[in-house]
C-alpha cells in the first residue's frame, strides 16, 4: 500500500547524480584489483554492484560479495560506502542514470508512457531495484517524481490529484517490479476450478512484459477517466 511515507520519503541523502557506472573488462571480468582499498573509486564500486544486481539480483548483492565481485578485501568497501543503504542509493542512481524527460509537444498520455517505459526498461534490467525505490524514490531520485508530476500538472491534474496519481503510478511500477521478470508458471489444470481454468489456458502465451503492457495502459487510460472526472466536478 502506498502512503505518505512512501510518497513523501525521508530526509535528502547524498546526492551522486551524473556519476556513470564503468562496465566491466573486454574479457567479461572485474576489473584488476590493486591494494586492498587504495585505488578503488566510487565508479568502480558502483559499477559492481550493478553488475551483482543485473546477473544475481539485489537480494545477493552485500558488501562481502560486492567486495569478491571486486576482488579486494571485504572491509574495502566501506573506506568508499559507509554501510549498504548508501550503496543501494548510489545502485540506483547509477541505474536509473540517463532517463530523458519525454518531449512536452506530446499529448500527456504519450509522455506519461514514454517516461514510465523508461523508467521500468531500468528495473527490468537490475532485478529487486524497484523493491528499494519503493521506500526510497522521492530520497534518491527527485528527478524523476518532478518529471511524472511535470506530466500530471501539464495534463491538468489538480495538486491533489497529482499527489495521488503519482501515488497509484509508483506503486505499480515498483511495487510490481518483483514478480516483473518472471514467467508464470503453469500450473495442473486439471486441479482448477473451471473458471480459474478457462483464464490460465492462455499462460504459456502470455509473458510478462505483456502483463506491463496491459497494466500500463489500464493505468494511463484509468487516469484519463478521473481527470474527465475532475473536470466535470469543477464545471
Do not use: C
Request: no cysteine; proline share 5%; glycine share 8%.
Amino acid at each position: 500500500m502506498t502512503d505518505k511515507s512512501v510518497i513523501l520519503g525521508r530526509p535528502a541523502g547524498r546526492n551522486t547524480a551524473g556519476k556513470s557506472p564503468v562496465s566491466r573488462n573486454s574479457d567479461g571480468k572485474s576489473p584488476a584489483a590493486g591494494p586492498p582499498h587504495g585505488n578503488l573509486s566510487e565508479e568502480e564500486i558502483v559499477a559492481a554492484a550493478l553488475r551483482v544486481v543485473h546477473e544475481d539480483g539485489l537480494d545477493k548483492l552485500s558488501m562481502r560479495r560486492l567486495s569478491r565481485e571486486l576482488g579486494v578485501s571485504a572491509m574495502a568497501p566501506y573506506y568508499y560506502v559507509s554501510d549498504k543503504r548508501e550503496l543501494l542509493d548510489l545502485v540506483a542512481t547509477a541505474a536509473l542514470a540517463g532517463i530523458a524527460a519525454p518531449d512536452r509537444d506530446g499529448d500527456w498520455q504519450t509522455r506519461l508512457r514514454t517516461l514510465i517505459d523508461q523508467i521500468d526498461d531500468r528495473l527490468a534490467r537490475y532485478p529487486g531495484l524497484g523493491e528499494v525505490l519503493l521506500e526510497q524514490m522521492l530520497r534518491t531520485q527527485r528527478h524523476l517524481v518532478e518529471m511524472v508530476m511535470e506530466i500530471l500538472f501539464d495534463a491538468g491534474f489538480s495538486e491533489r490529484n497529482v499527489l495521488v496519481a503519482y501515488g497509484a503510478i509508483h506503486t505499480y511500477l515498483f511495487g510490481r517490479s518483483g514478480i516483473a521478470n518472471q514467467e508464470p508458471s503453469i500450473p495442473d489444470r486439471s486441479t482448477l476450478p473451471e473458471v480459474i481454468a478457462r483464464a490460465v489456458r492462455h499462460l504459456d502465451k502470455v509473458h510478462a512484459r505483456d502483463f506491463y503492457r496491459f497494466g500500463a495502459e489500464t493505468l494511463i487510460s484509468g487516469l484519463g477517466v478521473q481527470l474527465d472526472r475532475q473536470r466535470s466536478v469543477s464545471l
